[in-house]
C-alpha cells in the first residue's frame, strides 16, 4: 500500500482514476433515479455504500480464485484509508469534490 500522490504517467494511477470516475459516473446516474430519491436519506446512503461496496467486491472476486477471497477482503480493508485520503485531496478548500 502507497501513500504516494497521483502520477499522470502511472499506469497504475491512470487506471484507478478511471474507475473512480467510471463508478462516480455510474453512481451518479442512479442518484438522478426517481426510485433512488424515493428512498429515505439513510436508505440512500446505504444503497449507494452497498451497492458500490458490493460492485467492487464483485469485479475483484471475478479476477482470482475463490480460495482468494478472505485476503482480497482484507486487501480491500487496508486500503480504506488511502482511498478516502484520494478523495479528500480532490476537494477543494471548502470540500467540494472536483
Same mark, same amino acid.
Given at each position: 500500500?502507497?501513500?504516494?500522490?497521483?502520477?499522470?504517467?502511472?499506469?497504475? *494511477?491512470?487506471?484507478? @482514476? !478511471? /474507475?473512480?470516475?467510471?463508478? %462516480?459516473?455510474?453512481?451518479?446516474?442512479? =442518484? @438522478?433515479? $426517481?426510485?433512488? #430519491? +424515493? /428512498?429515505?436519506?439513510? !436508505? !440512500?446512503? @446505504?444503497? =449507494?455504500?452497498?451497492?458500490?461496496?458490493?460492485?467492487?467486491?464483485?469485479?475483484?472476486?471475478? %479476477?482470482? *480464485?475463490?480460495?482468494? #477471497? *478472505?485476503?482480497?477482503?482484507?486487501?480491500? +480493508?487496508?486500503?480504506?484509508? $488511502?482511498?478516502?485520503?484520494?478523495?479528500?485531496?480532490?476537494?477543494?478548500? *471548502?470540500?467540494?469534490?472536483?
Amino acid at each position: 500500500m502507497s501513500n504516494r500522490t497521483f502520477n499522470a504517467t502511472d499506469m497504475l *494511477d491512470v487506471t484507478a @482514476e !478511471q /474507475l473512480r470516475v467510471a463508478i %462516480c459516473v455510474s453512481a451518479l446516474s442512479v =442518484i @438522478e433515479s $426517481q426510485t433512488y #430519491r +424515493k /428512498l429515505q436519506p439513510e !436508505q !440512500q446512503v @446505504e444503497a =449507494i455504500v452497498t451497492g458500490c461496496m458490493a460492485g467492487l467486491f464483485s469485479v475483484a472476486f471475478a %479476477c482470482i *480464485d475463490p480460495a482468494g #477471497r *478472505d485476503d482480497m477482503t482484507a486487501f480491500i +480493508k487496508a486500503y480504506t484509508d $488511502q482511498a478516502r485520503a484520494i478523495v479528500e485531496s480532490l476537494s477543494d478548500h *471548502d470540500g467540494v469534490m472536483q
